[in-house]
């Protein structure tokens, strides 16, 4: 496995990362803990080193579960886990107040079995409570050994400003793929002047890129059906850029996912995708993406093809949308 450092002052983790939502979250059912666990440490057999969860997944479940797999293994691996929520009965929306922060992360430690959090991201920008509290409690988080790495979530470019004047923001995590590139325009060039990583969450478009996606196979409390960019007319239009990373992965003797995180690696040296399986067989060719070769002009036709395309069908309903971009 190659590895990457996220940012200038990161942690040096693997190129490709795991994201553990959809073992126990959002895609229908939480799948068998002792299969999930299995994968997680078949994950780090293979050189995987930096795992993704949040309090939210579940919640608590996904850091229990990442917290018992990784137990064995903590020195190895880097794990990162998010705040921001109000979780309870009768609760719901944001809660990044300062004194929140502080017993998420006490909770999050006991979870995850651990005596500290290598990467803790504020999930959602709170727009209640001023970025600067919010990166002032992990700081102190910080001086006092329970976090090492300050993160943001689909925060918008002047807010990652405020926030890494305060402490230094390591990493970045929103949503980038090919068939959503918005953080091109602003967070990427930011990120870069600032010397932060950028995590792409969803980059085979939540399994759609892959090639192998079928609609009818989706669970009832599966979240992707309240999605208008998986609406079947939608699903339809942008078959267009499933043929175009197949295309590619015909030539390169790969598959369209393969493609698809292996353009994601080309854009920066400090991109680290954290695509999630629940499959072995999907842990080996997304970890398999890391050996697919794109030259310069392979990612400038991927470029220019993707380019003449147009993404149908938002990728989130209007009310998740407006917690994005703050």
């Given amino acids: 496995m190659k590895t990457r450092r996220l940012g200038k002052h990161g942690p040096e983790v693997s190129a490709i990362g795991l994201g553990c939502m959809g073992m126990s979250h959002g895609f229908g059912a939480p799948k068998d803990k002792r299969d999930m666990i299995a994968l997680i440490r078949m994950a780090v057999e293979r050189g995987v ?3 993704d969860t949040a309090e939210i997944y579940g919640p608590f479940i996904n850091e229990e579960l990442v917290g018992e797999a990784l137990e064995p293994v903590r020195h ?5 886990t998010k705040f921001g929520f109000k979780i309870g009965p009768g609760l719901g929306g944001l809660d990044s107040r300062p004194q929140h922060i502080k017993e998420v992360a006490d909770a999050s430690l006991k979870r995850l079995r651990t005596d500290v959090i290598d990467l803790f991201y504020q999930h959602r920008v709170d727009p209640d409570v001023p970025i600067e509290d919010v990166a002032g409690a992990v700081k102190d988080l910080i001086a006092q050994g329970k ?4 993160g943001l979530s689909e925060a918008a470019a002047k807010t990652i400003r405020r926030a890494h004047a ?5 990493a970045l995590q929103s949503e980038y793929s090919l068939w959503h590139r918005r953080p091109e325009a602003e967070i990427l060039p930011t990120c870069a002047e600032l010397g932060i990583g950028f995590v792409p969450y969803s980059p085979l478009g939540k399994g759609y890129l892959t090639g192998k996606f079928e609609e009818q196979k989706l669970e009832a409390n599966d979240f992707r059906r309240s999605l208008p960019r998986f609406a079947p ?14 295309g590619l992965a015909e030539r390169k003797r790969a598959t369209p996912a393969q493609i698809a995180l292996a353009w994601l690696l080309g854009r920066e040296p400090w991109i680290v995708p954290i695509p999630g399986t629940t499959k072995q067989s999907r842990l080996d060719e997304n970890i398999g993406a890391v050996d697919v070769e794109l030259g310069s ?3 400038r036709d991927i470029h220019d093809a993707a380019s003449k395309l147009t993404v149908h069908g938002d990728r989130y309903p209007e009310h998740l ?3 994005t971009g703050r």
Wanted: a positive charge; proline letters at 3%.
């Fill in 49 to 51: 080193t930096f795992f």
């Fill in 76 to 80: 190895k691996v880097v794990i990162a």
């Fill in 147 to 150: 976090v090492k790495h300050f």
């Fill in 166 to 170: 305060v402490v230094p923001v390591t």
């Fill in 233 to 246: 007319d939608a699903l339809k239009a942008n078959q267009a850029f499933v043929e175009l990373l197949r």
């Fill in 297 to 299: 002009q392979d990612l």
């Fill in 321 to 323: 949308e407006r917690l």
